[in-house]
């Protein structure tokens, strides 16, 4: 069960990651130039690929590293109630998907040390 959940987080991670990376790339597309929406647009994304990327780094200790654990459990909560918020403001596909990845991230995030002898 343990090696499922952390397949799915690293999944999960990884899919946030591409994610993100489309949301900055499509800045350009939606906006004609640079202006405060443009760069809120973009940064959005990038808070996606960083969030990934912590999710990656957690995953890989297994949140063995308490500062890694309690950070990411931290940008995992904080991203699920913006996703929340966006869904609400957004009510497009790809807000839900993104929803769907970091509730499913932060979930498998606390299973991966359910009764792993975590040492903080």
């Known amino acids: 069960m343990k090696a499922m959940l952390k397949i799915i987080h690293r999944i ?13 790339l499509f800045t ?16 959005a994304g990038l808070a996606l690929v960083f969030v990934g990327f912590l999710n990656i780094a957690h995953g890989r200790g297994a949140g063995r590293d308490r500062v890694v654990r309690v950070l990411s459990h931290v940008a995992n909560l904080l991203c699920l109630a913006l996703g929340v918020s ?3 403001v957004v009510q497009e596909p790809q807000a ?19 009764g792993a002898g975590v040492r903080s």
């Open 12 to 24: 999960c991670a990884y899919l946030l990651v591409a994610l993100g990376v489309v949301h900055v």
């Open 28 to 43: 350009f597309c939606a906006y004609e130039r640079l202006t405060p929406g443009a760069v809120w647009f973009a940064g």
């Open 86 to 88: 966006s869904v609400v």
């Open 96 to 114: 839900y998907f993104g929803l769907l990845l970091i509730a499913l991230l932060t979930l498998t995030a606390y299973g991966l040390e359910s």
